[in-house]
């Protein structure tokens, strides 16, 4: 992420675990804005590629790294399911934790919430009790 030129954050069960609450951590979920995919990809050698939608998510662009111990998910305009329309996710806060940066406990809980599915519900939960 040292190309980075704008702020970016670890999301998901790695920013949980980052956090202190226990979770299984399949992979690590980056949210990068959009100008900072050139450089970030490039510096990684993986291709630009636009996001695969699903009922609650879509971004504009996805790629996954896989030459870390995890694979790494890196994502920019992440956009979530509100009823109808799809509401661009915008974090606000920004912490350092284990060389990486991450939304605040309370911010992670909320984005959480949001996502809706039964294991991120799980997870906000653990989050919220380790806090």
């Given at each position: 992420?040292?190309?980075?030129?704008?702020?970016?954050?670890?999301?998901?069960?790695?920013?949980?675990?980052?956090?202190?609450?226990?979770?299984?951590?399949?992979?690590?979920d980056?949210?990068?804005?959009?100008?900072?995919?050139?450089?970030?990809?490039?510096?990684?050698?993986?291709?630009?590629?636009?996001?695969?939608?699903?009922?609650?998510?879509?971004?504009?662009v996805f790629?996954?790294?896989?030459?870390?111990?995890?694979?790494?998910?890196?994502?920019?305009?992440?956009?979530?399911?509100?009823?109808?329309?799809?509401?661009?996710?915008?974090i606000?806060?920004?912490?350092?934790?284990?060389?990486?940066?991450?939304?605040?406990?309370?911010?992670l809980i909320?984005?959480l919430?949001?996502f809706?599915?039964?294991?991120?519900?799980d997870?906000?939960?653990?989050?919220?009790?380790?806090?």
């Amino acid at each position: 992420m040292t190309g980075a030129m704008k702020p970016w954050w670890v999301i998901g069960s790695a920013a949980v675990a980052l956090h202190g609450a226990p979770t299984d951590v399949g992979d690590v979920d980056i949210l990068i804005d959009i100008e900072d995919v050139p450089r970030v990809f490039d510096a990684l050698d993986i291709p630009v590629e636009a996001g695969r939608p699903d009922a609650r998510f879509r971004s504009d662009v996805f790629s996954r790294w896989d030459a870390a111990p995890l694979p790494v998910e890196l994502m920019a305009g992440l956009c979530l399911r509100d009823r109808s329309e799809w509401v661009p996710v915008s974090i606000g806060s920004r912490i350092g934790l284990g060389g990486v940066y991450v939304p605040t406990r309370a911010e992670l809980i909320d984005l959480l919430h949001r996502f809706g599915r039964a294991k991120d519900l799980d997870r906000a939960e653990a989050l919220g009790a380790t806090s």
